[in-house]
């Protein structure tokens, strides 16, 4: 017995994704991206590094990367063409140290750093009490900091060519600073010779401000003033605001306003 159609049943579509553009709406210039994997056997450590830089250079890296011991270099290369790919960050391991490589596509240069120590992105979660990671930490990529490179060395000047052009730049004029919650610090010891590469999770706040005004201005408590005339109407239409709340709320109206435009 044939089997009936049921006409309610909704066909199947695919959903199409999205792609990454691949030019800044803002700026027009290219934007990098990268591929963070390794080479050679790692450990452990060495394996959540490497996803911990991962998580550094998104969004424009591939997370999910999935690697093979059959894999060589020409496979990555093929990859990287097919995906716009501007920049590589190799991780590898000798019985001496661990090593990573920092290479621009596709005609180089590539910078050689010896890891001397680092620290995972787990430890340092663990040694904060309050550690901070909100949902949109990764939707934009970080902000570049390089400090102590201005020696006039050559093989600095060549490390902070690349370093500048692994993340967009950004347009001190449109940039939202809402959309700022990362900075990427590498800084230079003269005196060591080696250079410190560090993650920061960073946030919007008022400063010069006292902190029941800072609260109030972070909670988004600011109230709807658009069909009042006046200041003293907020006042009197709400009779249950308390003295202190309603104090605070008339000393900081004009830093709150000038406050949320300049940073809202």
Same mark, same amino acid.
């Given at each position: 017995m044939g089997r009936f159609k049921n006409k309610n049943r909704k066909p199947f579509v695919k959903?199409?994704?999205?792609?990454? &553009?691949?030019?800044? *709406?803002v700026t027009g210039d290219k934007i990098p991206k990268s591929l963070v994997f390794s080479r050679g056997k790692i450990p452990g450590p060495l394996r959540q590094l490497q996803m911990d830089l991962?998580? !550094?250079?998104?969004?424009?890296?591939?997370l999910k990367l999935k690697e093979s011991k059959r894999n060589n270099l020409k496979d990555f290369v093929s990859l990287a063409n097919g995906m716009m790919v501007t920049h590589f960050l190799i991780l590898s391991k000798t019985d001496s140290a661990a090593y990573l490589r920092v290479a621009k596509m596709k005609h180089g240069p590539t910078l050689t750093f010896k890891i001397h120590k680092y620290s995972l992105a787990?430890?340092?979660?663990? @040694?904060?009490?309050?550690?901070?990671?909100?949902?949109?930490?990764?939707?934009?990529? &970080? #902000?570049?900091?390089? %400090?102590?490179?201005?020696?006039?060395?050559? *093989? !600095?000047? #060549?490390?902070?060519?690349?370093?500048?052009?692994?993340? &967009?730049?950004?347009?001190?004029?449109?940039?939202?600073l809402s959309s700022c919650q990362r900075i990427v610090l590498l800084n230079y010891d003269k005196e060591t010779k080696l250079i410190?590469?560090? *993650?920061?999770?960073?946030?919007?706040? &008022?400063?010069?401000? @006292?902190?029941r005004i800072r609260k109030f201005v972070q909670n988004h408590q600011v109230p709807d003033l658009r069909s009042l005339q006046d200041v003293s109407d907020f006042v009197t239409?709400?009779?249950?605001? %308390?003295? %202190?709340?309603?104090?605070?709320f008339l000393i900081a109206f004009d830093a709150i306003i000038v406050f949320l435009h300049l940073y809202g």
């Open positions: 959903q199409i994704a999205k792609k990454t &553009p691949t030019v800044d *709406h991962r998580k !550094l250079m998104l969004p424009y890296t591939a787990a430890d340092i979660v663990q @040694s904060q009490l309050r550690p901070r990671c909100p949902p949109d930490l990764f939707k934009n990529p &970080p #902000l570049i900091v390089l %400090s102590g490179f201005g020696t006039g060395e050559e *093989h !600095l000047k #060549l490390t902070t060519f690349i370093f500048q052009n692994i993340f &967009p730049a950004i347009d001190i004029n449109t940039v939202k410190d590469f560090r *993650h920061y999770s960073i946030r919007l706040q &008022p400063v010069g401000v @006292s902190r239409k709400y009779v249950s605001m %308390s003295l %202190s709340a309603a104090m605070a």
